[in-house]
């Protein structure tokens, strides 16, 4: 049966703020307190969500969390009305309140690994949310994200929902920003590859000093059983740390994969020749390895321009397309290189532009923004058809966006009870429009 790989975006939630909350995340550290522009943000999402969709590609939309986060902030001692519970923790914990107002959940490369029907022994779509433990204001995202997912993916004939792996750091998980899936064509049976950052239970191994591994060897083991994916059809290679000490906080900053194709700096992985050769072998001998040298780009040209976070695509022209950020062009090292590739005819045919400057500011880029599903023909026709971008989806999200979002917001806004009031209405009117029921704490 033929299968196609389907971009999900997250949307940008009406709380984007810059609140320099991810440590190792050098964009994120640079913007903290700068003011961010919620609406600019959501649109500049739904563009590149809607130009791909015109490309024939199948494009949906996942929902943002409900932000601020009155649930946790109760968890955390802070009581009264939900207007008390904010001044209370504005005044008390303003950081703890940035935390619960993060809208990082737009980055959905973060939200889950899939794995799909022609890898798992069961032949169904499996969903596991990530865990995100090694920053609290991701932490508190999955259940939410895992209601979400089965919204949007509701048919239990083809999708299977696992829970996130246990919160704690020796199964540190960042879902699909550690992830790639490689084959020949999508319906065939593919090769998963994990990336991790640390051994949790083997000190031995080689790990970052400087900066967070956050993905944990352990946590690719447990999600590929969970998967029931073969050992035979694994990859699972060791992020290289003194990357990861340069601000490659995830694989997607340093490589991206798609089909044949593996796009990465030659500083990517530990024991890089030997991570080559397995998938080479895996991949029967063929296999497309586009290495890009530290002559040519910098790991810190990599991680500010983040040329590794594109979207690798397979177009249905046949095509092959990367979608980089406008801070790529901006980069003269790092556009040099793009334009001898593209010369070269390396594999990648052609690259598209986008400016989502919003997002970048907080150390995300087009990668980041997308989780990949692989569906064939009948799993297609089982997703909400209302989160499927199209038209009318389009226009319809960018009026909602511009009746309900804010063109400024700085750290201090966070505290306005009223925030939380056009929050809610925002995602209220949200759930109707993508036919998600009450997946939200304050609809339950």
């Known amino acids: 049966m033929k299968a196609l790989e389907a971009n999900f975006d997250g949307l940008v939630g009406p709380t984007h703020n810059y609140s320099g909350l991810s440590f190792g995340n050098v964009a994120s550290a640079k913007n903290q307190a700068a003011p961010s522009n919620p609406k600019q943000a959501a649109k500049q999402g739904l563009a590149k969500m809607k130009a791909l969709s015109g490309m024939g590609m199948i494009q949906g939309v996942l929902a943002p969390q409900e932000r601020p986060d009155v649930k946790t902030l109760r968890q955390l001692g802070f009581t009264g009305s939900d207007k008390a519970v904010i001044e209370q923790a504005a005044k008390q914990a303003p950081k703890v309140l940035a935390a619960c107002c993060s809208a990082s959940s737009m980055w959905t490369a973060n939200a889950a690994t899939v794995s799909p029907s022609s890898d798992t022994a069961d032949g169904k779509i499996h969903f596991t949310p990530a865990n995100l433990t090694n920053k609290f204001h991701r932490s508190i995202e999955h259940e939410v994200t895992g209601r979400i997912l089965k919204a949007t993916f509701s048919s239990p004939e083809h999708f299977v929902h696992h829970s996130a792996l246990p919160a704690v750091e020796h199964f540190g998980d960042e879902g699909a920003a550690n992830h790639t899936r490689f084959c020949h064509q999508y319906n065939e049976r593919g090769i998963e590859f994990f990336v991790y950052g640390r051994h949790?239970?083997?000190?031995?191994?080689?790990?970052?000093v400087k900066f967070p591994a956050r993905h944990t060897f352990e946590a690719c083991?447990?999600?590929?059983?969970?998967?029931?994916?073969?050992?035979?059809?694994?990859?699972?290679?060791?992020?290289?740390?003194?990357?990861?000490?340069?601000?490659?906080?995830h694989n997607d900053v340093i490589a991206v994969g798609n089909k044949d194709i593996l796009f990465c700096h030659e500083q990517a992985f530990l024991n890089q020749q030997a991570v080559y050769d397995e998938l080479t072998q895996k991949m029967s001998g063929n296999f497309n390895i586009i290495e890009v040298p530290t002559s040519s780009v910098s790991v810190d040209d990599a991680v500010t321009s983040y040329l590794f976070n594109s979207q690798l695509l397979a177009l249905p022209s046949g095509e092959t397309l990367l979608v980089l950020p406008e801070e790529c062009r901006n980069n003269p090292n790092v556009w040099a290189y793009i334009e001898q590739m593209l010369a070269e005819k390396r594999g990648i045919d052609r690259v598209q532009i986008f400016d989502l400057k919003q997002s970048m500011a907080n150390g995300g880029g087009p990668a980041c923004l997308r989780l990949r599903v692989v569906l064939n023909e009948q799993e297609q026709q089982a997703v909400n058809p209302s989160t499927l971008m199209n038209e009318t989806l389009f226009n319809r999200l960018n009026q909602w966006v511009e009746t309900h979002y804010r063109d400024s917001l700085v750290e201090a806004d966070l505290a306005d009870p009223q925030l939380l009031d056009e929050s809610r209405t925002a995602l209220d009117e949200?759930?109707?429009?993508?036919?998600?029921?009450?997946?939200?704490?304050?609809?339950?």
């Open 200 to 208: 949790a239970f083997d000190s031995r191994h080689p790990a970052p």
């Open 221 to 249: 083991e447990a999600v590929a059983r969970l998967h029931q994916l073969e050992g035979d059809d694994v990859v699972i290679a060791q992020q290289n740390p003194a990357v990861i000490d340069q601000g490659v906080f």
């Open 430 to 444: 949200l759930t109707q429009i993508l036919s998600l029921g009450a997946v939200y704490p304050f609809q339950r």
